[in-house]
């Protein structure tokens, strides 16, 4: 049962306040001296309801001294002297509410039974939070879930190995905070982590940007560069989205694994490097072998150690702790104070599809911070599933029945407008690379073709 601790100087409204409490079943202890109550202010106080004007301290002191000892305890503070001044300088020091002599008892009930909500909320966010500083965050990782304790125990049994390691992953379940946690655990902790997308950096020039190039090898190469691999020296370089790499480039790629040596292009030196390679796709790179379109040789010398993420739907004991960890963070950066989450609110985030894994968590709460108007986030702050969901998407289009190319179209579309127009990100979600978007959009009429925008300057 709640406890609530009331302090006034006048016994008689000391009594009343502790029998109207009482017929609404809650019990109370009542104290005439602000200083005897402090003295006993304990854990088991949910909630304290003071006067302001009062012999040897006043309320706005016993607020200070009180959230001292007990910074979540909600206090609402009542006052015959009230005014809009007294009401600004009890918030700022840290009361609940503020209320105003005669009292309505209404009222009162209603901001106790708010009070001791919030009260509740804030025991079960710290309670989430002890645990994220405990034993549910690993080298930068966070999860409970036995999927994600089983992830964190193969981490600590790989990292000091040189074995190269292949992490497949939906987009966004952190396949880079792995590569970065393996590197971090290693006996290369103190040597460069070297991260590259390969979908990010166009064929043509992924491969000077990894073995680097000679001075003159081609238009602008005005001084020699170091690749990444030997940037990487000594320590782990990270090959995001591998399952995009060109074939060509693959085949080179083997004969580094192969031979620990690279060849930066238009030289005919090889320079030996000493990397730990790790790479992580989200394709099944199986399929890409049936293809022609991925190295069998490659694939099995990059899965010496194979490591499988689980998407957010398959961990969702996780999410409260995910998303009070980026509560803490976009509060930090966007200078809130919103203290965590209601029960709705968390009931509504372990019932999202989560299909863009912890990064779409992290938007959504990085949004609900800026967006929140109140001291928690509800759900009303929160995407109700509907309008995002895949589900809905394909039941709309099942309407009108459109052919395969149509739907392809609209979808395409949809993607594009969703992420205002961002090629690459764009690309990245649809699992395609960002020619054949761009191939995709010249088919459709949204780009012209190289031949056309050449016809048109002419």
Known sequence: MNKIMIIDDEPAMGAM?????????????????????????????????????????????FIQEALKLHPTLPIILVTAFGSIETAIEATRKGAFHFLTKPLKLNELLVYVEKALHFRNIQRHNLVLKNELRTQHSFAGIIGKSSAMQNIFDLIQRIAPSNANVFIHGDSGTGKELVARALHKLSSRADKAFIAINCTAIPDSLLESELFGHAKGSFTGAHQRKKGLFEEAEGGTIFLDEIGDMDLSLQSKLLRVIQERRVRAVGDNVDKPVDVRIVVATHKDLKTAIRDGRFREDLYYRLSVIPLTLPPLRHRREDIPLLANFFLDKYNAQNGRHISGFTPAAIAQLLNLNWDGNIRELENVIERAVVLCKDTVIDKSDLPDGEANSSESLFAQASEHLPTLEDFEKRYIHFILNKVGGKKEKAAHILGINRRTLYRKEIEYGWEKSPSESEEQES
Request: charged share 20%; aromatic share 6%.
């Open 17 to 61: 306040l502790s029998d109207f409490l009482k017929a609404q079943n809650y019990e109370s202890v009542v104290y005439a001296s602000p200083v005897e109550a402090l003295q006993n202010l304990s854990e088991e106080i949910s909630l304290v309801i003071t006067d302001l004007k009062m012999p040897q301290m006043d309320g706005m002191t």
